[in-house]
């Protein structure tokens, strides 16, 4: 493979990152990872034309601004043994049907229970959002802390009946994901590990909480009670094993 300078731009709490970041150390590309806080990262999107993070900045191939391009970027350059997504065309489908509902539905689900529980913990905000960012963005983060913080309960709407509704949509597709393996295969789609795996785990880390994750999960004794009893009811589910091997097994770094 020709490596490039390839810079990928995070936030650190950020599980669409951690799922480019991922794909990135799973085919041992070198990359440099610039983490921001929320809203300072927006000077750096904006430079490679991107609004949220991830961004793969690239030398050949430009900027990749959506983690779902940039894991078909690295497909196309990935040896035929890491490919992430099949060559046959169903089952090439079924990967992209997969990864779009965990984009669309697990994501958003999972991002807005995980908030509404934290998003008033300075600690645990100053963990997920500051974890390698540059000085002054932490500085910036000290001093701005309660207004984003509200911005953040206006903007994603977090309520206790909201976070009910993404509760019960993040257990959907945990249903689902532990009906498809309820056969006793080893992955979502065919004999093989592919994006719609990856996607499933890296977006349901911030709730599964694999001890593999660079931020290094709180305990649950930590954690609201309400939210505990919630996450360790997901772990032991079928899927939720199912993220927690995937993470000891296919997790591998560069
Ligand atoms: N479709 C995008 C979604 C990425 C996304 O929502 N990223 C969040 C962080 S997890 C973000 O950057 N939020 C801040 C913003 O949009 O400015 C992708 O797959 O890359």
Redesign the pocket.
């Known amino acids: 493979m020709n490596f490039q300078n390839y810079r990928l731009i995070t ?1 650190p ?5 951690e ?2 970041r991922w794909a990135l150390d799973r085919l041992n590309i070198p990359y440099t990872e610039e983490p921001h806080v ?2 300072f ?2 000077f750096a ?1 904006l430079k490679y034309d991107g ?4 961004v793969l900045a690239t030398e050949n191939h430009g900027n990749l ?6 894991l078909h970027y690295l497909n196309a350059i990935a040896p035929v043994d890491k490919k992430l997504y099949p060559e046959i065309p169903e089952l090439r489908k079924e990967v992209e049907e997969l990864e779009d509902l965990f ?1 669309e539905k697990l ?2 689900a999972v ?1 807005n229970w995980g908030y509404f529980y934290k998003v008033k913990d300075r600690q645990a905000m100053r963990r997920g959002w500051c974890t390698n960012t540059p000085w002054f963005e932490q500085m910036g983060f000290t001093i701005l802390f309660p207004l984003l913080s509200n911005l953040l309960q206006k903007k994603f709407q977090l309520t206790a009946e909201n976070a009910a509704k993404s509760l019960a949509e993040i257990q959907e597709v945990f249903e689902l994901v532990s009906q498809k393996l309820s056969d006793g295969r080893s992955y979502l789609v065919g004999d093989n590990f592919s994006a719609a795996d990856l996607t499933f785990a890296a977006l349901s880390a911030p709730i599964l909480m694999p001890p593999e994750h660079f931020l290094k999960p709180q305990p649950l004794s930590q954690l609201p009670p309400e939210m505990a009893i919630v996450i360790q009811e997901l772990q032991t589910t079928h899927a939720g094993n199912y993220g927690l091997r995937l993470y000891r097994e296919e997790r591998h770094f560069s």
């Open positions: 936030i709490i950020s599980h669409f990152s799922k480019a929320p809203v990262h927006r999107t609004s949220s993070v991830p601004v959506d983690s779902t391009d940039i984009d994501a958003v991002r």
